[in-house]
């Protein structure tokens, strides 16, 4: 018993006498957590319109970064290489539907994830092909001065990738719910026949979800490859993610946010104030610890569509 009351209770006193520290340790929880929900939302995008798991999207996050990166390094300016670098994406986005999903329309779930596992090797070996294996610095600006703000202590690159991402979310919410485009997106959400019936062509909606997938994961991996340097390490990065996406619901787009959120906090606090009593690294690993307790208990997630099938 006093094994566990120091090992469980001994922390609660920690954060009691020290609010401060706390506060701090949550604010970097939440501003990690919104850069894996920004990373959450572009597997939301791809399964909410195409039914696909895409397995490859750590991958895009990594090509489109080295891409970016890469042509930095070769003398074009920032924002030129911004947009050569959507460019990219939006053309690998049509090469997936005309290689990759057209075939393979109306087949079982299972193919289409194997698709992307294959997806996701071939964007990985490409993207070494062309840019080398090397790890890329980037700097585009951003500064990383420790902040005092209110007297707790903040990473103003923290601040800055967190606006970024949080405003690229609210631009992507006002999309779906105010824009044409956006509605068929939902409709083709819900029942892809019925879209089809109306009118809404099914391949152009995936080719424009897949594009705007890679757009997020470009934003992901400017972020992430900043704070980091754009080395193929991103892809497993960008896989804690998939937590998310059990937590929040694999058709969700707020539950992309609360899920991100959630685990940015609970990892932070988790490492700070238990990592000592479990020798640390458990930010590592408890986001998917998390994860599986919900599989057990809510398996659709907090904010996913209950599935039942009747019989």
Not at 81 to 109: G, K
Not at 111 to 129: C, H, P, R, V, Y
Not at 178 to 201: K, M, N
Not at 206 to 231: E, K, R
Request: a negative charge; proline letters at 4%; hydrophobic letters at 60%.
């Amino acid at each position: 018993m006093d094994v566990i009351t120091a090992v469980f209770l001994t922390p609660f006193a920690n954060m009691a006498d020290n609010p401060e520290f706390v506060l701090e340790v949550v604010i970097g929880g939440l501003l990690s957590g919104v850069m894996y929900s920004l990373v959450a939302l572009g597997f939301v995008l791809i399964f909410k319109a195409s039914g696909v798991f895409n397995f490859a999207q750590g991958t895009m996050v990594l090509f489109a970064a080295l891409t970016f990166v890469g042509l930095l390094e070769r003398g074009i300016p920032i924002w030129g290489a911004f947009i050569i670098a959507i460019v990219v994406m939006v053309l690998l986005a049509i090469a997936v539907e005309r290689l990759m999903l057209r075939p393979l329309v109306n087949q079982e779930p299972i193919i289409l994830f194997m698709a992307t596992i294959g997806l996701a090797f071939f964007l990985e070996g490409f993207g070494q092909l062309v840019w080398g294996g090397d790890v890329h610095p980037l700097d585009i600006g951003i500064p990383k001065a420790p902040l005092i703000i209110g007297g707790v202590l903040v990473n103003e690159f923290d601040l800055v990738a967190a606006a970024v991402a949080g405003s690229l979310v609210a631009a992507l919410a006002l999309f779906f719910q105010h824009t044409a485009v956006g509605r068929a997106l939902r409709a083709v959400a819900d029942d892809h026949q019925a879209a089809q019936s109306v009118g809404i062509p099914l391949r152009s909606i995936w080719i424009i979800v897949w594009s705007v997938a890679g757009v997020v994961g470009l934003v992901a991996g400017i972020m992430w490859g900043s704070n980091l340097g754009v080395q193929f390490s991103i892809s497993l990065v960008a896989l804690k993610a998939l937590p998310v996406l059990i937590l929040g619901g694999f058709t969700s787009v707020p539950g992309a946010i609360v899920g991100g959120l959630i685990i940015g906090v609970g990892e932070k606090v988790a490492e700070v104030f238990w990592g000592p009593a479990f020798g640390g690294a458990i930010e590592d690993w408890f986001a998917y610890a998390l994860a599986l307790i919900f599989l057990l208990f809510r398996p659709h997630g907090l904010f996913g569509e209950r599935i039942i099938e009747r019989v």
